[in-house]
């Protein structure tokens, strides 16, 4: 029989700064030092992005996804390295195999992040001898640290496990979700973004609690459907169950040229790059894919993208190859600078579960 969503005990565990602890564990030189993984600053001249860094950067102000520039600008004596997604994904696997074997229901939400039901558990105590022991085998077998969140949902685990970082432990009871929670940002909902932040700020929300304070009638006049939305987690209240069957949402990879280029053959190399190195993640996840997307930035930031879903999932390199190259070319007809150019797959399926044709005839 399923618990109401009021007798859940949720747990979403999250990976402190996951690539830059896992290039720290590989080498431990790196240690206490500010760590920087992304795109090559190129002495402040780099034009990608930061795609983590550790918390001696983060002093410095660095932040994921700010520009590699401006990072080095900010801390030109950190260590700048270039991400090596397969030792991430190796270290993955080992730490969501741990947490998996210690849930009623799991649900990997990243290569960094899951959440477990642990509703067997009865109590929020027992639950958090549970997190303890989570926490320490992750750290013990694998060198890495992770933060936990415990709560009555999804919701509010997940910002619970942000609340005591690197390493933290929080457990939030269903009577005391509106006291952790009335004194957050709105940022911290889910589907705030800084548009949607900047609107609710006009409107005198800066706070859960403010938020709270708001009607239905008034949030669905100014929101829509999403008002009721934020009516709801306002108060903690999120009844998404949790889904064994996730995946993946995409796997991508884009770059960022050093000068805007309108030359077709560079920046067809280029995406033949980017579409290699999808390649070599899905091998190493064992996936294939139906869906193939290209983007293009141009000069100004003005960005596009085209798709295609094949009739059947592909796990080889040229099919990859020769979809990626079709789609980029309306681009490149346009007569106009690239500034960016990158490649994604989704809609995934493990190989073994696609049988060859004529299979069962």
């Known amino acids: 029989m399923s618990l109401h969503p009021a007798d859940r005990?949720?747990?979403?565990?999250?990976?402190?700064?996951?690539?830059?602890?896992?290039?720290?564990?590989?080498?431990?030189?790196?240690?206490?030092?500010?760590?920087?993984?992304?795109?090559?600053?190129?002495?402040?001249?780099?034009?990608?992005?930061?795609?983590?860094?550790?918390?001696?950067?983060?002093?410095?102000?660095?932040?994921?996804?700010?520009?590699?520039?401006?990072?080095?600008?900010?801390?030109?004596?950190?260590v700048y390295l270039r991400p090596r997604f397969s030792l991430y994904t190796q270290a993955s696997r080992k730490v969501m195999d741990l947490l998996r074997s210690a849930a009623d229901v799991f649900e990997p939400a990243g290569i960094d992040e899951a959440y477990l039901d642990v509703s067997s558990r009865v109590t929020f105590e027992s639950a958090r001898d549970l997190a303890r022991e989570l926490q320490a085998g992750i750290l013990g077998k694998e060198g890495l640290s992770a933060s936990v969140g415990l709560g009555p949902n999804k919701l509010v685990a997940k910002i619970a496990s942000d609340h005591r970082k690197p390493g933290g432990l929080t457990a939030v009871i269903p009577s005391r979700v509106a006291e952790f929670l009335d004194p957050k940002g709105v940022a911290i909902l889910r589907g705030v973004g800084p548009k949607t932040r900047e609107f609710l700020l006009s409107l005198g929300y800066e706070t859960v609690a403010q938020l709270r304070a708001a009607s239905r009638e008034f949030l669905f006049r100014e929101f829509g459907k999403f008002g009721l939305h934020l009516w709801d987690e306002a108060r903690g209240i999120d009844d998404r169950p949790l889904d064994p069957s996730w995946d993946a949402k995409s796997i991508g990879r884009e770059v960022t040229f050093e000068t805007d280029t309108a030359d077709a053959a560079l920046v067809g190399?280029?995406?033949?790059?980017?579409?290699?190195?999808?390649?070599?993640?899905?091998?190493?996840?064992?996936?294939?894919?139906?869906?193939?997307?290209?983007?293009?930035?141009?000069?100004?930031?003005?960005?596009?993208?085209?798709?295609?879903?094949?009739?059947?999932?592909?796990?080889?390199?040229?099919?990859?190859?020769?979809?990626a190259l079709s789609m980029l070319e309306p681009f490149l007809g346009q007569g106009r600078s690239l500034r960016l150019v990158g490649f994604s797959v989704a809609k995934f399926s493990p190989p073994e579960d696609l049988l060859p044709l004529g299979a069962g005839d």
């Not at 590989?26 to 206490?32: F, I, M, N, Q, T």
């Not at 860094?53 to 932040?63: I, M, T, V």
Request: hydrophobic share 35%; aromatic share 6%; charged share 25%.
């Open 9 to 78: 005990i949720v747990m979403h565990v999250d990976m402190d700064c996951f690539f830059a602890a896992v290039e720290e564990r590989e080498d431990p030189s790196l240690k206490g030092r500010p760590v920087i993984v992304g795109s090559d600053p190129k002495g402040g001249q780099g034009r990608g992005i930061v795609a983590t860094c550790n918390y001696a950067a983060r002093k410095f102000g660095l932040r994921s996804a700010m520009p590699i520039s401006i990072a080095y600008r900010r801390c030109p004596s950190g």
């Open 269 to 323: 190399e280029t995406l033949l790059e980017c579409v290699a190195e999808v390649h070599r993640e899905m091998v190493s996840e064992g996936l294939w894919c139906r869906t193939l997307t290209v983007k293009a930035r141009f000069s100004g930031y003005e960005t596009h993208s085209k798709q295609t879903t094949l009739r059947l999932s592909t796990g080889g390199l040229a099919h990859l190859e020769s979809g």
